[in-house]
């Protein structure tokens, strides 16, 4: 009779440790650290919450305004297409004063990042990221867009 009750002690100190492994979540990196990378995606918390919009200006307009909001934590993507040696023009404003964008080219290079204006020649062809988020909090904002 003693042979199943050191079997029990084992089973319920495997199903301890694995409660805990629910409850602490020290835990729980330390017994996912045996589980392949590919299987256990790491987002940041800010690509979590993002939306995308096509940004397109009003038949032979180059340029245009975006109204929208962006929560803590949270980004909006938009998305524009624009020729090699086009230059953009780019301002954000905000009543909070905290919301900023990033610019990244086809290529998924930075071109500006954290910027309340910015003005460049774009290097290719393609379709470029406006990336708007904020610098603490919430915002409400106005993007103007120009493509010349």
Known sequence: MNKPAKTFKKLNILMLGLSASAIFPASVNAISSIVPSTAIPKQSAILMAQRQQQIKFKRGASSGEVKGGVARGEVMIYLIRAKQGQRMNLEIQSVEGNAVFKVIDPNTNPLAEEKRSW????????????????ERGGASYTLSVSIH
Not at 120 to 134: A, D
């Open 119 to 134: 003005s460049g020649e774009l290097p290719q062809t393609g379709k470029y990221q406006i990336v708007v988020g904020t």
